[in-house]
């Protein structure tokens, strides 16, 4: 259970949420969804209630075991093995290796005491093994990892070598298998998960939504899958971003939708009948008021109508949104990209071998694959962040790439939001970026904020807007709808569907496919181009 007692979180001078009181709690069966417009502190207060952060006031208890997905994890040791990662949950990676060492130790000793010594050895770390689920929590743990999509061949790779796709899954695995005992018993774990379904294809979220549905313990997810939170949900926080409060619903999340819509429906009713009946007092109290014997009257005409105005619900102010649009791309040559021989290893983990491909002037181009097959690896190298083994990009006439990576590499979070786009638009005045910023809903203290700290459709909106700055003739977009809010996502189809430039997109989101309207796919591992059609359309989901 986590109890959160006069809760106030703060981003700089940003106030996010003041929940008076212990309102925000969760307990066994709750299955939470907490809502909000991007920036409306989602990411913060969960991170607060996992532990992770400190609040600005108030306190945070929680008892028992708490499971966090942030959005962007951050797994430590990248030469660790996928597997062993998983099963740390349970502590039982580092049973495995010490057993397989006695068991080595075992096979070499000639000495019988020290034989014996081994065995007994191995014998207590078989026994500590099996008061943890021993060989059927092994079991359990590939097949949860089985059905995120995670194969064995995967989770025998260090994790360094997966992509970021890839690495957030195992540690959404991890965390699942730390809740799950494997025999069907209660797991009293309370679950707190960021956009769990990032990177997800529909089959895995198909089974995560039914794990969270019959988990037992206490969960809270933010997500923007209207049918994970339609079908897991019984209880949503709402965080208003213009209040800086928390409203509790304790109901479905469509029940939550259809009390929002009445409850709209009555503040504006009442707002209208009010304003009405004080515009009548304002009136008759201008003429009462003319007259000295009646001023007495008019004054409280006047206060009558403002105690009226004050009485009634303020009807909610429509959330802000963000003004994206790519300005005209720089001019370049016919084909301002060229592709030859690229290839990428990774140890002995061969990526691709041998791509050829040109990137022609306004072309529009979607590169499939399922996870793992390289697509993230294929815009570092077309970006130059990472170096490919053999083979090369041939830059044609007036090039300008613009990056936008999946887990925000191309901003500095120990950098304030103002120092990253100055440091992504050096040459540019500084009324016009903070004109540009102003359209991206960064104004005031935010502008000093650092990078690190905003939540992850902040992120994505910042990172946008170095990429508007830039001018750029190619866009290398890797997941760009990812932790977006529905209206800041419309915004970026929008803004896609009128960029007169060349697009090279990476995306597991349908819309943003058809947004783009694209006329070639390029499909890994092997490379192979093909003309866009309408079942590579449907394949969007399962990449």
């Known amino acids: 259970m986590i109890t959160a007692t006069d809760l106030e979180v703060r981003a700089g001078v940003r106030t996010l949420l003041t929940a008076p009181g212990d309102a925000l709690r969760v307990?066994?069966?709750?299955?939470?969804?907490?809502?909000?417009?991007?920036?409306?502190?989602?990411?913060?207060?969960?991170?607060?209630?996992?532990?992770?952060?400190?609040?600005?006031?108030?306190?945070?208890?929680?008892?028992?075991?708490?499971?966090?997905?942030?959005?962007?994890?951050?797994?430590?040791?990248?030469?660790?093995?996928?597997?062993?990662r998983v099963l740390s949950a349970r502590g039982l990676d580092t049973i495995v290796r010490q057993m397989e060492k006695q068991q080595a130790r075992m096979a070499e000793l000639v000495d019988v005491d020290l034989l014996d010594e081994a065995v007994r050895k191995y014998g207590n770390l078989e026994d500590r093994f099996s008061s943890l689920g021993g060989y059927t929590a092994e079991s359990e743990a590939a097949r949860i990892c089985n059905s995120l999509a995670l194969p064995d061949r995967v989770l025998g790779q260090p994790l360094r070598t997966l992509s970021g796709g890839q690495r957030r899954r195992v540690e959404l695995a991890r965390i699942l298998f730390a809740a799950s005992d494997g025999s069907g018993g209660k797991s009293g774990t309370?679950?707190?998960?960021?956009?769990?379904?990032?990177?997800?294809?529909?089959?895995?979220?198909?089974?995560?939504?039914?794990?969270?549905?019959?988990?037992?313990?206490?969960?809270?997810?933010?997500?923007?899958?209207?049918?994970?939170?339609?079908?897991?949900?019984?209880?949503?926080?709402?965080?208003?971003?213009?209040?800086?409060?928390?409203?509790?619903?304790?109901?479905?999340?469509?029940?939550?939708?259809d009390a929002r819509a009445t409850d709209e429906q009555r503040r504006r009713r009442e707002r209208a009948n009010a304003e009405k009946k004080a515009a009548a007092l304002k009136t008759q109290a201008a003429k009462m008021g003319a007259k000295a014997t009646k001023a007495v009257a008019a004054q409280n005409m006047l206060k009558r109508a403002?105690?009226?105005?004050?009485?009634?619900?303020?009807?909610?102010?429509?959330?802000?949104?963000?003004?994206?649009?790519?300005p005209a791309p720089a001019p370049s040559g016919r084909t301002?990209?060229?592709?030859?021989?690229?290839?990428?290893?990774?140890?002995?983990?061969?990526?691709?071998?041998?791509?050829?491909?040109?990137?022609?002037?306004?072309?529009?181009?979607?590169?499939?694959?399922?996870?793992?097959?390289?697509?993230?690896?294929?815009?570092?190298?077309?970006?130059?962040?990472e170096t490919p083994d053999t083979g090369g990009l041939e830059p044609g006439r007036g090039l300008k790439i613009g990056y936008f990576a999946q887990?925000?590499?191309?901003?500095?979070?120990?950098?304030?939001?103002?120092?990253?786009?100055?440091?992504?638009?050096?040459?540019?005045?500084?009324?016009?970026?903070?004109?540009?910023?102003?359209?991206?809903?960064?104004?005031?203290?935010?502008?000093?904020?650092?990078?690190?700290?905003?939540?992850?459709?902040?992120?994505?909106?910042?990172?946008?807007?170095?990429?508007?700055?830039?001018?750029a003739n190619v866009l290398l977009l890797d997941e760009p709808t990812n932790n977006l809010d529905p209206v800041s996502r419309e915004q970026v189809l929008e803004a896609l569907r009128s960029y007169e430039g060349a697009v090279v997109l990476v995306t597991h989101d349908p819309g943003a496919a058809e947004a783009l309207n694209p006329e070639r796919v390029i499909l890994l591992p092997d490379g192979t181009e093909d003309h866009w059609s309408a079942e590579y359309q449907e394949l969007i989901e399962l990449a």
Do not use: C
């Open 190 to 257: 309370t679950l707190l998960l960021d956009e769990p379904t990032n990177h997800l294809d529909a089959d895995s979220i198909g089974w995560l939504r039914t794990f969270l549905q019959s988990h037992d313990g206490g969960l809270i997810v933010i997500s923007h899958d209207v049918d994970l939170l339609n079908d897991v949900v019984n209880r949503v926080w709402f965080l208003d971003a213009v209040r800086g409060e928390a409203d509790i619903y304790n109901m479905t999340w469509k029940k939550y939708l």
């Open 306 to 326: 403002e105690r009226m105005l004050a009485e009634v619900d303020e009807v909610r102010v429509a959330d802000k949104t963000a003004r994206i649009k790519f």
């Open 27 to 84: 307990q066994a069966g709750d299955r939470i969804g907490l809502v909000g417009r991007n920036g409306a502190g989602k990411t913060t207060t969960m991170r607060i209630l996992a532990g992770e952060g400190e609040p600005y006031a108030g306190k945070v208890i929680s008892s028992g075991e708490v499971g966090y997905l942030p959005q962007d994890p951050k797994e430590g040791d990248l030469d660790v093995l996928a597997k062993d």
């Open 336 to 385: 301002p990209l060229m592709v030859k021989g690229l290839t990428k290893t990774y140890g002995s983990l061969e990526i691709f071998t041998g791509i050829d491909f040109a990137i022609d002037r306004g072309s529009r181009v979607v590169v499939l694959g399922l996870n793992g097959a390289g697509k993230t690896t294929l815009l570092k190298l077309l970006a130059g962040v």
């Open 407 to 471: 887990e925000h590499d191309t901003l500095d979070d120990a950098a304030s939001v103002w120092d990253n786009i100055r440091n992504a638009s050096p040459d540019a005045g500084e009324q016009d970026l903070r004109g540009l910023l102003g359209a991206f809903m960064f104004t005031g203290p935010q502008l000093d904020q650092p990078a690190g700290t905003l939540s992850g459709g902040e992120k994505t909106r910042l990172a946008l807007a170095g990429l508007v700055s830039s001018a």
